[in-house]
């Protein structure tokens, strides 16, 4: 009795961080309105230089818990910059975690802040977040012939004209890739033959659009690309490459390790003309591919589990994340302690939440 009540303990290891990151939503989200409202009559920069700010506490706080919290050893690759950089951020999608990567590569530069990102459209459905992420710069676009090129153009030159800093973050495959979605990779392949491009076994067929418009719309204003490579060591029990974990499962500490190879792509070096960057990423997700391949499948055991050349070992510091806690938790518990408080946390996700629906609905 008293081992299954410690097997049962130690797999509900995501509830603390979970409990935290939900419950500190509507405090984030009411000092982020209340900043809303005073910088409504302020140039755009004031009110982008406080919400990045905001932006930075909150995320860096989402970091305790799956790096702190996880103990996950982080084994960085390639070029590692150091500086902030105005740069579009391009990476395999695998897992609903490869959005925290992005953050854990950003708050290493600085950047934290300025990480915003190109989103599924129906994720603007999500409750109060769902109507927030395009007020931080993120952009909602939709597949194939529903893309709206015309209104991702204009939001991006209206983040350049206002200075706005930016870390965008695209996965072009578009889905995220699984072993066990067989079809999907099937169709991935078929459409690769099709055009008479390479035919990818560890990574989807990426998509260009989202990631031409937004180098073609800021080219001018970009610093360089970065090409992100991920890995979640894992393999099944045959040996074989496994589904990489959920955010559940990360924060169930079943993810030992995370590699992340980085290649730094100077602006000059992508082509402009859309057919030839299409060749381009199609090229990058080769090497993404040829990677993986040796990552998992190579012959050689000294070259398996790991990517070529030398690793460095990041360990975040618990100073960088763990003020943030303290901040947006006291905060919370502060707000929860009177009746006026409770009642203002409760109507925040009801109201909020309906309110946040009416705006994208009528943004739609």
């Not at 818990?65 to 391009?90: A, H, R, S, W």
């Amino acid at each position: 009795m008293l081992l299954s009540l410690v097997l049962h303990t130690y797999s509900m290891r995501y509830l603390l961080p979970s409990v935290v990151l939900l419950g500190t939503a509507p405090t984030y989200v009411l000092a982020w309105g209340v900043w809303r409202l005073l910088s409504a009559f302020l140039p755009a920069r004031f009110y982008q230089a406080v919400d990045d700010r905001l932006y930075c506490i909150y995320q860096s706080m989402v970091l305790f818990f799956f790096e702190n919290y996880t103990g996950v050893q982080i084994l960085l690759y390639g070029d590692l910059p150091e500086n902030k950089e105005n740069i579009i951020y391009l990476a395999n999608h695998q897992s609903t975690v490869d959005w925290i990567v992005a953050d854990i590569l950003a708050i290493r530069q600085n950047a934290l802040g300025h990480v915003r990102y190109v989103l599924k459209d129906r994720l603007k459905w999500l409750p109060l977040y769902g109507c927030y992420f395009p007020q931080h710069g993120g952009i909602y676009v939709k597949r194939s012939a529903k893309f709206n090129e015309k209104e991702m153009r204009n939001k991006l030159q209206s983040y350049v004209n206002t200075g706005t800093p930016m870390y965008l973050v695209i996965f072009p495959e578009g889905t995220r890739y699984n072993p066990r979605q067989t079809k999907v990779l099937s169709a991935s392949q078929a459409f690769a033959a099709e055009k008479g491009l390479a035919v990818l076994k560890y990574v989807l067929t990426p998509r260009i659009k989202a990631t031409y418009v937004a180098f073609d719309s800021m080219k001018n204003y970009l610093d360089a690309i970065y090409d992100v490579t991920v890995v979640y060591e894992g393999k099944d029990d045959r040996g074989q490459r496994k589904e990489s974990p959920s955010m559940t499962e990360f924060l169930c500490k079943e993810c030992p390790k995370i590699h992340i190879h980085i290649d730094r792509i100077d602006k000059k070096d992508v082509p402009e003309e859309q057919e030839h960057m299409r060749r381009w990423l199609h090229e990058r997700f080769e090497i993404k591919d040829k990677m993986l391949i040796e990552f998992y499948d190579s012959p050689d055991p000294e070259r398996r589990n790991k990517f070529p050349g030398k690793s460095v070992n990041s360990k975040l510091s618990i100073k960088k994340t763990l003020p943030s806690v303290l901040i947006l938790t006291g905060l919370t518990a502060g707000m929860l302690m009177t009746e006026t408080g409770r009642k203002l946390y409760i109507n925040t996700w009801i109201y909020g939440t309906l309110l946040g629906c009416l705006w994208v609905t009528i943004k739609t």
